[in-house]
């Protein structure tokens, strides 16, 4: 379904990020992966190798220009382009109520979750306008479509990210680039064994209580549930498609098969 493709994913070092890359490269994309950690991208590295696939990874922070910079001239240098761009790679931001101390905390998630992510954009785009064609995914959040108590910055964060979404799919239509989003919703992730470690004065007791019997229930998805989405994305198969920002479910309605 990718073969012959170079995707670079950011975050790729557990939960989600390593789920999309491992499938992207059993459909026979190359792949880089970057994160914070060394060691987790090592890990995700031999796995891939292990199956065949091909694998760059490399550490770094998309908060820094020139970690990004880096990711993308190592990409090309070893691939010799990219095709995909998966923007995963985000932080919970401060939990805390507006009025609390916290503006270097906002400032920090917004440069990951959004800044980060454009600046990824930015420095992939030359080699995707020159071989006119490009797939960028981003990952956002149903928190960045309404409200929810103490998680205002990651909120404000994703809302910006599911913008960009919608006005580059139609700056870069020219181009042959189609930008979609991914809504994931609530996975069993290490961000959400984070939230789970605040305490109900920090989340307040409504939220402490939701995210708890969430995990509790069972209710929170495999981050492997979702990444099929977005190798489909990814692929040709989804071409008609730019401007999107949904659920795996939103997008069975639009032609993904869930388990095919």
Not at 106 to 112: D, K, P, S, T
Not at 188 to 193: F, H
Request: proline share 4%; net charge positive; charged share 20%.
């Amino acid at each position: 379904m990718l073969k012959g493709k170079v995707a670079i994913i950011t975050g790729a070092g557990r939960g989600l990020g390593q789920a999309i890359a491992e499938a992207m490269s059993k459909e026979g994309a190359k792949i880089t992966i970057m994160s914070r950690s060394m060691h987790e991208l090592k890990a995700v590295a031999e796995k891939i190798r292990y199956h065949g696939g091909s694998v760059l990874e490399i550490q770094g922070d998309i908060s820094s220009e020139p970690s990004v910079l880096e990711i993308v001239a190592k990409t090309k240098k070893a691939f010799s382009t990219a095709d995909i761009l998966v923007n995963n790679a985000a932080v919970i931001g401060p939990a805390k109520i507006i009025t609390k101390p916290g503006a270097q905390e906002w400032y920090h998630a917004l440069n990951v979750n959004l800044i980060g992510a454009y600046r990824l954009i930015l420095s992939v785009l030359p080699m995707m306008i020159n071989q006119k064609s490009g797939k960028i995914i981003n990952i956002t959040s149903g928190l960045g479509q309404r409200p929810y108590p103490r998680f205002c910055a990651y909120g404000v964060s994703k809302a910006g990210l599911i913008q960009l979404t919608r006005s580059l799919s139609e700056e870069l239509r020219e181009w042959n680039i189609q930008v979609n989003a991914i809504d994931p919703g609530v996975m069993n992730t290490n961000m959400q064994s984070d939230i789970r470690k605040f305490d109900k004065k920090i989340l307040g007791s409504d939220v402490y209580q939701r995210y708890h019997i969430l995990y509790e229930q069972g209710m929170l998805k495999d981050p492997k549930e979702v990444a099929p989405l977005a190798v489909y994305l990814a692929s040709a198969a989804a071409d008609h498609l730019t401007g999107h920002n949904g659920t795996p479910e939103y997008y069975k309605e639009l032609g993904f098969k869930m388990h095919g």
